[in-house]
């Protein structure tokens, strides 16, 4: 693996901008659509580039092959669930909160992957990195400014859409040998079939009337913060390994708090930016401790 140099970083940093550019989007677009309807848009836009891409390169989709109910499980876990779950939830609370929860993933797959995988067991540095990453998430829950009766469930909710990222890799393990490109198409292939019939009978989205902003926050969802973001975090994955892309994770819930404030003038308490270096000391730690 060739040493990174100034366009690799480059692109780490445009990928954490883009990933975390999605959270005030998310925001934007729930002015005007509802949360399955969010989804629905999202995965549809973002099959397009990764199909285009599968189809340039003679990539085989295997979504309908014997291995059809993993992409199907997988695309439910990974995609629906919680492209959802973060919709529904960040219309009550702000999108950099949202941006700071959900760097949990880092944490969260550290816990599963010490009972799921026979190389990730934990240590004394790694338990002492998810202490400290969580603690911040428990603080942030402490501030009522923010995070309070009325938007504390939401507040769960995005969490549970962080975990349901974590859950969707573990599984993606069973099927590793397929080609990335093939599987992301075909979880975005099923993720798009499992949504159809839930946007039709609970949102009716064409009766909705969308605003100017939200339409072209939403399209960027799919194509930009899903589709473009996934085919470069392939190239960043081929050409500087697994360690230098999960860099990514410190930088997007910082991203995503000076996205939000830019384009939303969302609040920034002092809670908030004790949290945040609290996520991203504890991510840090889980990180050099492998």
């Known amino acids: 693996m060739k040493q990174p140099n100034f366009i690799d970083y480059s692109l780490l940093v445009l990928l954490a901008i883009i990933w975390a550019s999605a959270f005030f989007n998310i925001k934007i677009a729930t002015y005007s659509f509802g949360?399955?309807?969010?989804?629905?848009?999202?995965?549809?836009?973002?099959?397009?580039?990764?199909?285009?891409i599968c189809h340039y390169k003679k990539i085989k989709i295997e979504a309908f092959s014997k291995d059809w109910y993993w992409f199907a499980m997988i695309g439910f876990i990974n995609l629906v669930a919680p492209f959802f779950l973060i919709a529904y939830g960040i219309k009550s609370v702000?999108?950099?909160l949202a941006a700071i929860l959900m760097s949990t993933t880092t944490l969260?797959?550290?816990?599963?992957g010490h009972f799921y995988t026979k190389n990730e067991r934990f240590n004394f540095i790694r338990t002492v990195g998810v202490l400290i990453g969580f603690s911040g998430i428990i603080y942030l829950f402490s501030d009522?400014?923010?995070?309070?009766?009325?938007?504390?469930?939401?507040?769960?909710?995005?969490?549970?859409?962080a975990t349901c990222y974590v859950i969707g890799g573990v599984l993606t393990l069973k099927i590793k040998n397929k080609k990335n490109e093939n599987v992301t198409g075909s979880i975005l292939i099923w993720a798009?079939?499992?949504?159809?019939?839930?946007?039709?009978?609970t949102e009716q989205p064409w009766e909705f009337k969308p605003r100017l902003d939200?339409?072209?926050?939403?399209?960027?969802?799919?194509?930009?913060?899903?589709?473009?973001?996934?085919?470069?975090?392939?190239?960043?994955?081929i050409k500087n390994g697994l360690i230098f892309q999960s860099q990514v994770s410190y930088l997007i819930p910082i991203f995503g708090t000076l996205l939000s404030y830019i384009f939303l003038s969302e609040l920034i308490t002092i809670k908030v930016l004790v949290s945040l270096i609290a996520v991203c000391i504890g991510i840090y730690i889980v990180r050099k401790a492998k």
């Open 35 to 52: 949360a399955v309807t969010i989804a629905f848009l999202r995965v549809f836009f973002g099959a397009i580039p990764v199909l285009l």
């Open 192 to 201: 798009t079939i499992i949504l159809i019939p839930l946007v039709i009978f």
């Open 94 to 96: 702000q999108s950099n």
């Open 108 to 112: 969260s797959s550290t816990v599963l």
């Open 214 to 237: 939200s339409t072209i926050s939403v399209i960027y969802l799919g194509l930009v913060s899903t589709g473009l973001a996934w085919l470069l975090r392939f190239r960043i994955l």
């Open 144 to 161: 009522n400014l923010l995070i309070n009766e009325n938007n504390f469930f939401s507040a769960l909710l995005i969490l549970l859409g």
